[in-house]
């Protein structure tokens, strides 16, 4: 899947390049083509047409992002073409509309292309009753377990039967039996009672992540989804399945039984486990997370996200969080009594003998903060280079989810990490007396316990206890990015914030926010404390963000000016 | 007098006829091939240079060929609408999944004229510029199999197919396909789909037209096997004489297969049209009547597909006064002339041309019930209408030869039934399990009622002795 660029952009539309139609006797002016699934141009669809009529046509096989199967069959609709009169031209009626041919038989809004005059009928009795068939049809051995099913309150078969169904079965034989609880990889489980075959699944294994791992076994109404058998359905995108299956049939096991969906508060975020930044959705409850999404943006990740960063989330709640302010000696200083210490050690602190090491897990408003301190005390600065596996479908080697940033606003060396040598050699040497770490465990990336235990000052900031923080002076606990407000410059350039969805641990505090207080009491000068108060200064002062806001990053993200 | 008219039939069941290469020769196999491989272009009346090709398509619209697969589509059309710009490569495929319960047609020519087959083949391949063939048959016929692949070898060996076919330049490669035993893999893009090596599933239309995107997303033509040897016939005696056999709009001939409560099933090959279904089921020269004095009850004409004819059912015929006006006439279903107009006027189809008689011996609700037990067998369960509502069907009818029917059965077989046609379903599979419900129903309600009210009767009544407090 290559990740290409949205619809065609209205202003850019020629005359020829569009087409008239009418959904339920409105006229709609659509474009000719529209980017299939895989980007490329291909006449645009019924389903398309209504869509941008603001018309709802209810479906269950079809998805944008996938290739089209028609099999579901919810989304027939009535339609018309215009009649032609013996000199190929239409024939209109005295008040000058087009004079429909009613076609004898529906068809299905997905697959079917629109031509020009095409009346379309979505709400005719005749497809209100072909809805409410497809709609029994799918009921009968549906084994209607609702109250146990993790689906229910996003499922789209619950939706339609409230909206398009009816109320009583008249299905009196013996329901068709599948299995249940079918352990189809390590991430997966499925209800073959519960699926409805719409293959929304298997194309999506097959034909986005090129993995042809389930298919269909059996026949007929006993059609069953299966993985290849002896074979896992196991690859780094499994869980996008879950959230295209349209019913309960697949659920993650990290997730089944632990949470009813609508308890569920969902902030819209961003993916920190690599430099892609996939969109996402927290759903949390009472400050748990419990569950990550992918949110759809074209520019980025589509509709999906992969299986690694979609659980990389519960270090988040782990207990042994760093929670409180500790300095060497005094235990428990809390924030004020720190960053005074601090602060003062700073400004008397020699141009030149103070060194910083910032992650490039830390947000563009954090890292613009810490570029000022650095260039205020002329410190060296870099940052830690973090690499693995990557795919050509969205994973990138790059698992810093803000690297672009860090390398913008100068705090990473180029190549990132290049400088570490050099302050290793500083403090060996006595020249480097004091230490900055954010996010960062330095000792494995060869500045060891031995040199640490060399510095007059470590100040370190972190999530979670390591070696480095072990040695710190000074230790400010942090908060992950689900725990506060900022913005990360992914690979592609593109800057995307996030707000915040949980609250972080004890005395933990948003880092951009206790920096602004250090970096004021350091320089003397008054730094914005609000992000966007930093964020529009960072966009006013550093080239590469230059006409950038951060209400206009809005919530699929800019580019940063190239 | 009616009477069989044997072309395609002509010579197989002779005595002494056997499927080999020399046989066919001798019975002036390969003749056809080789003239046309010898035409050259040709200017027309209108002051075209018409190919060698192009003028092959001529005859066969010119002879008004319809489909003997099922839909009776015009041979000629399916051939006109083949992309042939695309710059990829044209695909050939014979349909010979013949599945269709009550069809043993096309097996026949299989089994017994195999290079009849071959050269129909090579004549269409040729005429429409396709240079690799595949023959899709039936999973059940590893005989037919066997003896295709012999005839493709000896074909080879002489030059009637492979490489530089007759020392012409041209070549055809001829593969055999064996299906795995499903009847949908007879429906043409299903069968592309399991010829691709996958489930067959019917592909939805649009985009997936055969002629446009259809083996390997490459054109194609889909064909029957007696399809495509009529297609030899017709190049053979020339479109305009072809169509003078049969009926206007009914060309040419048609093999029909017999079978259920007659005397002589078997199969007829008869001018479309020149035959009524009374001729086909009592005259001596094909069914010769009801065995064992029994009476017509109702007539299956064209695969289990169709919608059935109940005894004594009077149709409305369109037909044209000397005058030239169209009136309607009322026949008696026997009286339709057998051919493809006529019996989808009387709200049926000829279909595959396999007519199935019941005699008043059958219970027509265990014929229901088999027939939906077959469909509910076969759906592909790709779409939900037909995957869902064939099942349902053949179990509501199961449970009504099994004592536990009700009287209200024949209307909610109805309703499902009326669920699944009329363009709901990705292919015509959803037609055919939908309309043998819907006619029988229709058309022989009492029954189902008259069932469906003596099990509620009898259920009450064992009920209530049931409920009788044992004598002490
Ligand atoms: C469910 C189903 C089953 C079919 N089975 C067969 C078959 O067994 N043999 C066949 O020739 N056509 C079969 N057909 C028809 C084919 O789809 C196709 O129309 C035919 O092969 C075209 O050939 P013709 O134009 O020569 O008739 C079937 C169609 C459907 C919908
Ligand atoms: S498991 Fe879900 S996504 Fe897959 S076919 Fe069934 S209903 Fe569709
Ligand atoms: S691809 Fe990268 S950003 Fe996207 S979900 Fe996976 S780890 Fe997160
Ligand atoms: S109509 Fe039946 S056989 Fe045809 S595609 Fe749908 S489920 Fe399969
Ligand atoms: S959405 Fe399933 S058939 Fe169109």
Redesign the interface.
Known sequence: MAITSSPTDPAKVSPADVLTVTVNGRPITVPRTQPDWEGRMVPTTMIQACEAAGVTVPHYCYHPRLPVAGNCRMCLVEYGVPALGPDRQPLRNPDGSLIINKSPRPAIACATPVSAGMAIYTDTPNVRAMREGVLEFLLINHPLDCPICDQAGECKLQEYSLEYGQAASRFVETKVHKPKAVDLGPRIMLDDERCILCTRCIRFTRDVVKDDALGIVNRGSYNTIAAYPGRQFDNNYTLNTVDICPVGALTSKDFRFKMRVWFLKETKSVCTSCARGCNTLIGSRENVIYRLTPRDNPEVNQSWMCDFGRLNYKWIGREDRLREVRARGSGNTGWTGALGEIARRLRAAPQGCVALIASARLTNEELYLLGLLARHLGAMTDSIPRTGDFDHILVQADKNPNSAGARLLGLAAEPMGSRLPAIADGIRAGAIRTLLVFGEDVTSRGVNADLLARLETLVVSDVLPNPTTAAAHFLLPGCAAAEKRGSFTNFQGRVQRFPKAVEPPGDARPEAEFLADLVTAVTGQKWPTSIEGLFNHMASSVPAFAGLTWAALGDLGRSVAT | MPAEYRLILKHLDEPGYEPTLACYLRHGGYSVLRRILALEPKVSPEGKTLSPQEQLRQEVSLSGLRGRGGAGFSTGIKWSLVDRKSGKPIYLICNADESEPGTFKDRQIIHKDPHQLLEGMVVSAYANDVHLAYIYIRGEFPQGAKVLNQAISEAKAAGYLGKNILGSGYDLEIYVHRGAG?YICGEETGLIESLEGK?PYPR?K??YFPAVLGLYQCPTIVNNVETLCAVKHVIEMGGAEYAKLGTPNNTGTRIVSLSGCVWRPGYYEIEVGKATLRDLIFDPAFGGGLRDGRKLKAIIPGGVSAKVFKAGEKVKLKARNADGREVEQEVDVLDLPYDFTSLIAAGSMSGSSAIIVLDDSVDIVEALANISEFF??????????C??????MA??LH?MTHGEGRAMDAD?LA?IAD?IP?????CAFGEACSWPVQSFVAKFKEEFVAKGKADEERRSASRQAADVPSAP
């Open positions: 499903a489930r939805i649009p985009p509910a067998h076969e759906s592909c369960g790709q779409c939900t209408p995957r869902e509502g064939s099942l349902w179990k509501a449970r909610y309703r669920n009329g363009g709901r379903t990705i």
